[in-house]
């Protein structure tokens, strides 16, 4: 009901910066708010940055002051911007939703990308 495609993951070395997209398209009533989780091998997803109505955001600490996380409303669109990155940012980015679609439950679901590789090494 609701797809998420991740675009620009990739290698890049220490100190570089990557910019990943989430495009979100499908049958929708509302985004609620958009984000992005990682998940490193042998690791538990985490959230590094969210996203809500209002421009409300919120990062997770492993990466304030050096991601950057956007919306374009009109495209239903989010965008991780990452600086600075080092060799523990690697890992499967995945872009994440909470979307009402017409018709269906009160509550907004959740939704997520098929994935993109980030790895930062020399």
């Known amino acids: 009901q609701v797809q998420l495609v991740e675009s620009g993951g990739g290698l890049v070395q220490p100190g570089g910066s990557l910019r990943l997209s989430c495009a979100a398209s499908?049958?929708?009533?509302?985004?609620?708010?958009m984000g992005w989780y990682r998940q490193a091998p042998g690791m538990q997803r985490e959230l590094v940055a969210k996203i809500a109505d209002g421009d409300r955001r919120n990062y997770s600490d492993s990466v304030k002051g050096r991601f950057t996380i956007s919306r374009l409303y009109t495209k239903n669109t989010v965008y991780l911007q990452m600086n600075s990155l080092k060799p523990e940012d690697t890992a499967v980015y995945y872009c994440?939703?909470?979307?009402?679609?017409?018709?269906?439950?009160?509550?907004?679901?959740?939704?997520w990308g098929q994935g993109t590789q980030v790895t930062v090494s020399s």
């Open positions: 499908g049958s929708i009533f509302s985004i609620y708010s």
């Open positions: 994440h939703a909470d979307a009402k679609v017409p018709g269906g439950p009160s509550k907004p679901g959740d939704y």
